[in-house]
């Protein structure tokens, strides 16, 4: 028996009604984020109200990634500790689900009445994965965050700020700070330069209760971890191994020799990865910037 199609009045409704679902389920989001609402009393919304409330409609991955300082990294751990699949909605959780994610709730919104406590982050990763570019977006974009500042022998690149992406100092300057005990951690990177970390600056911030994220190589991260074992290390990786590679020759800061070398580099740091505590994929830059962001609560 052939199929009757729905007169043309019937979709027009029925798309209309969608598109003022999705803004409904939208503003709900927004409400969430700007802390007009609460998530737990978005939750109760949708357990007390109609099943076709916005609230009840909401994705619980939605309600989650509303909440300011969650990005989808943390959310997908939550929902698997949860026991909550990706496609469920508020509405349609089973009791037990439901006395989970309020019991989370509650406990998140307790939590978020006493400070929590600072911490180290390290952020590392093969070459030319952007961590630069990841550090900076944070320094941006995310004021309340302290970026530790470290020094290197290299030249500055096009852009780049004496004191605020780097100090840049001569190896005798690099050998006092060394000699007067000032340097967390220190590295030699591709066989050229030297880093380092100046360890003061943190240890004022740490003891000011402000988590601190540091941006170093792989090198300095595990120096970082044999002296600060509680610091918590992330390894941004990229999306495919061709990404990097098109980054590495796109960025034209060095010649082909250099790059040569500098991809075999990262062949060997990549391989370090499951040293790390977390992973990133930096495909996105505000994304992956989130991402490190919620590690630092």
Same mark, same amino acid.
């Given at each position: 028996m052939p199929r009757v199609a729905p007169p043309d009045v019937d979709r027009v409704a029925a798309a209309q009604a969608?598109?003022?679902?999705?803004?409904?389920?939208?503003?709900?989001?927004?409400?969430?984020?700007d802390r007009k609402r609460s998530a737990l009393e978005v939750a109760e919304a949708a357990w007390t109200g109609e099943h076709?409330?916005?609230?009840?409609?909401?994705?619980?991955? %939605?309600?989650l990634t509303s909440m300011p300082g969650l990005g989808p990294t943390r959310v997908a751990r939550v929902m698997e500790q949860l026991e909550i699949a990706e496609s469920k909605r508020v509405g349609g959780l089973g009791i037990r689900q439901r006395r989970r994610l309020l019991e989370w709730l509650v406990a998140r919104e307790h939590r978020g009445s006493t400070p929590e406590p600072a911490r180290l982050v390290v952020l590392a990763g093969p070459t030319a994965v952007g961590k630069g570019t990841v550090s900076t977006y944070i320094r941006d974009n995310y004021p309340d965050v302290?970026?530790?500042?470290?020094?290197?022998?290299?030249?500055?690149?096009?852009?780049?700020?004496?004191?605020?992406?780097?100090?840049?100092?001569?190896?005798? %300057?690099?050998?006092?700070?060394?000699?007067?005990?000032?340097?967390? %951690?220190?590295?030699?990177?591709?066989?050229?330069?030297?880093?380092?970390?100046?360890?003061?600056?943190?240890?004022?911030?740490?003891?000011?209760?402000?988590?601190?994220?540091?941006?170093?190589d792989?090198?300095?991260?595990?120096?970082?971890?044999?002296?600060?074992?509680?610091?918590?290390?992330?390894?941004?990786?990229?999306?495919?191994?061709?990404?990097l590679v098109r980054r590495l020759i796109g960025r034209g800061t060095e010649d082909s020799v250099e790059q040569?070398?500098?991809? %075999?580099?990262?062949?060997?740091?990549?391989?370090?990865?499951?040293?790390?505590?977390?992973?990133?994929?930096?495909?996105?830059?505000?994304?992956?910037?989130q991402e490190v962001v919620d590690l630092l609560s």
């Open positions: 969608a598109v003022a679902a999705r803004r409904a389920r939208a503003a709900v989001k927004q409400d969430i984020h076709t409330a916005p609230e009840a409609t909401l994705r619980v991955r %939605e309600l302290h970026l530790s500042v470290s020094a290197t022998t290299r030249t500055a690149r096009p852009g780049e700020v004496d004191g605020v992406h780097y100090f840049f100092v001569s190896d005798d %300057e690099f050998d006092q700070l060394i000699e007067s005990g000032q340097m967390l %951690e220190t590295a030699t990177v591709h066989n050229s330069f030297r880093y380092g970390t100046p360890r003061p600056p943190i240890d004022a911030a740490l003891a000011e209760g402000k988590s601190v994220l540091l941006e170093i792989l090198q300095g991260a595990r120096s970082v971890r044999r002296a600060m074992p509680e610091a918590v290390l992330v390894f941004l990786l990229p999306p495919t191994w061709e990404e040569a070398r500098r991809l %075999e580099t990262a062949k060997i740091e990549l391989a370090a990865q499951d040293e790390f505590d977390y992973k990133v994929i930096n495909s996105e830059v505000s994304r992956a910037a």
